[in-house]
T-cell receptor, first 112, second 115 residues
Framework: DADVTQTPRNRITKTGKRIMLECSQTKGHDRMYWYRQDPGLGLRLIYYSFDVKDINKGEISDGYSVSRQAQAKFSLSLESAIPNQTALYFC???????????FGPGTRLTVT | AQSVTQLGSHVSVSEGALVLLRCNYSSSVPPYLFWYVQYPNQGLQLLLKYTTGATLVKGINGFEAEFKKSETSFHLTKPSAHMSDAAEYFCAVSDGWGSQGNLIFGKGTKLSVKP
């Protein structure tokens, strides 16, 4: 079984809808991250969490919110989706040293 | 502020040829540097990392990278390309001191390998 799972893997939604992307990990890591990937722009950090009670904004947090329900679960929400949030979203985890991040398979989100 | 520049968004090599993917960084603290690989329809996977110590770092699948402080570079090489190396490669730098920082990624270099 994969160490970092993301659901759904693909999602098409309409402008204005609320959507939640979920991430679960079995690595026992404290740190979790949400990134978005756009062609030609690499990965940009949306939010990160160093433990259940420590959540921080990343480079591009506007329009997004997160919830760390447990050590193993970290969800990303788009309160009112817009077309320029169409992207590939990745969840990642790392241990407290943070020297290696383990990525999920990604969620491809399309907002029409 | 830390940043990463990857030279060349696309690199094409023939099978068996040398692979060279370029990465330059900017960092206000001693950098921790990483190369990740993304195969089609997959997440990113760590290839190798430099933290401290030996400046020539060996990774998985025959890749290696050399940290050159004077040139602020961390180029990725492989002596002989294989078809299975076709993927997108990302260089990253930690934006804080060691493990306290988050990763800043370059924009990626897509490697194509011709038969």
């Amino acid at each position: 079984d994969a160490d970092v799972t993301q659901t759904p893997r693909n999602r098409i939604t309409k402008t204005g809808k609320r959507i939640m992307l979920e991430c679960s990990q079995t690595k026992g890591h404290d740190r979790m991250y949400w990134y978005r990937q756009d062609p030609g722009l690499g990965l940009r950090l949306i939010y990160y969490s160093f433990d259940v009670k420590d959540i921080n904004k990343g480079e591009i947090s506007d329009g997004y919110s997160v919830s760390r329900q447990a050590q193993a679960k970290f969800s990303l929400s788009l309160e009112s989706a817009i077309p320029n949030q169409t992207a590939l979203y990745f969840c990642a985890t790392s241990d407290r040293q943070g020297l290696e991040q383990y990525f999920g398979p990604g969620t491809r989100l399309t907002v029409t | 502020a830390q940043s990463v520049t990857q030279l060349g968004s696309h690199v094409s090599v023939s099978e068996g040829a040398l692979v060279l993917l370029r990465c330059n960084y900017s960092s206000s603290v001693p950098p921790y540097l990483f190369w990740y690989v993304q195969y089609p329809n997959q997440g990113l996977q760590l290839l190798l990392k430099y933290t401290t110590g030996a400046t020539l770092v060996k990774g998985i699948n025959g890749f290696e990278a050399e940290f050159k402080k004077s040139e602020t570079s961390f180029h990725l090489t492989k002596p002989s390309a294989h078809m299975s190396d076709a993927a997108e490669y990302f260089c990253a730098v930690s934006d804080g001191w060691g493990s306290q920082g988050n990763l800043i990624f370059g924009k990626g270099t897509k490697l194509s390998v011709k038969p």
